[in-house]
């Protein structure tokens, strides 16, 4: 994972999860992983790099049991990693806009569990 400066307003937890994501208007979805997650957004590895500042629709399987939680968002960096054997993977930090009050819980109790003892 790119270890550059951190300066998120939010902690984040290394958890796992999948997401899928559109731009509006765009194509078809890109389906990641994400390596971290916080009550302000998410960091994913991405196959190709998008553009910063762009929207993006977010469907986070977050594994709590309950359906995906449907976001907007957008993206607010982009890091190229190097890879020898695969092809070119992008590091990307998506901001969360218009969160609910059930969308933020659902990723407090995320954080929670990843981070037990801590408060997010």
């Known amino acids: ?3 550059g400066i951190d300066q998120r307003r939010f902690p984040r937890a290394q958890y796992q999860c999948v997401v899928n994501l559109r731009q509006p208007g765009g194509g ?4 990641a992983t ?4 916080g009550m302000g ?3 994913v590895l991405l196959e190709k790099g998008l553009d ?6 977010l469907d986070l ?3 709590d049991g309950k359906g995906p939680l449907h976001v907007k968002g957008t993206i607010v960096w982009v890091v190229r990693r190097r890879e020898l054997r695969k092809g070119p993977s992008f590091d990307t930090g998506l901001e969360f806009a218009d969160l609910s009050a059930e969308d933020k819980a659902r990723i407090e109790a995320v954080l929670d569990k990843a981070n037990p003892g801590k408060k997010s």
């Not at 078809?28 to 389906?31: D, G, H, I």
């Not at 994400?34 to 997650?37: H, K």
């Not at 910063?52 to 629709?57: Q, R, T």
């Open 1 to 3: 994972m790119w270890e």
């Open 28 to 31: 078809s979805a890109l389906s």
């Open 34 to 37: 994400t390596e971290n997650i």
């Open 41 to 43: 957004g998410v960091c």
């Open 52 to 57: 910063i500042f762009s929207s993006v629709e």
């Open 61 to 63: 399987n977050l594994d």
